[in-house]
Nanobody, 122 residues
Framework: QVQLEESGGGLVQAGGSLRLSCAAS????????MGWFRQAPGKERELVAA????????YSADSVKGRFTISRDSAKNTVYLQMNSLKPEDTAVYYC???????????????WGQGTQVTVSS
């Protein structure tokens, strides 16, 4: 069993920044690819970014790639999502996820975190 716990969400004005953290416990953190997903009100959950065991990254779109950065710190068993230049359309619950393979896809996720709310006001 792997347990994932997100933190760092909150309310921020458009153009601001947030850094999300996901702390993992229960199994070897380095054995999993990690991803960040988000689910906006009334919409399906979607991939934001993913990172492999070796540090290879993938972003959902060019617009996200230019503003968001995923990283991991194996020593702390933690994955991060740095979000800059936030827009109202970024408002969503953000979920950390662990996958046994890369690239991470919603269909192959092994473990989900509980989610953290990000609200961007205009």
């Amino acid at each position: 069993q792997v347990q994932l716990e997100e933190s760092g969400g909150g309310l921020v004005q458009a153009g601001g920044s947030l850094r999300l953290s996901c702390a993992a416990s229960g199994r070897s953190f380095s054995s999993y690819a990690m991803g960040w997903f988000r689910q906006a009100p009334g919409k399906e959950r979607e991939l934001v970014a993913a990172i492999s065991w070796s540090g290879v990254t993938k972003y959902s779109a060019d617009s996200v790639k230019g503003r968001f950065t995923i990283s991991r710190d194996s020593a702390k068993n933690t994955v991060y999502l740095q979000m800059n230049s936030l827009k109202p359309e970024d408002t969503a619950v953000y979920y950390c996820a662990a996958d046994s393979r890369f690239p991470v896809t919603i269909a192959t996720i092994n473990y989900w975190g509980q989610g953290t709310q990000v609200t961007v006001s205009s």
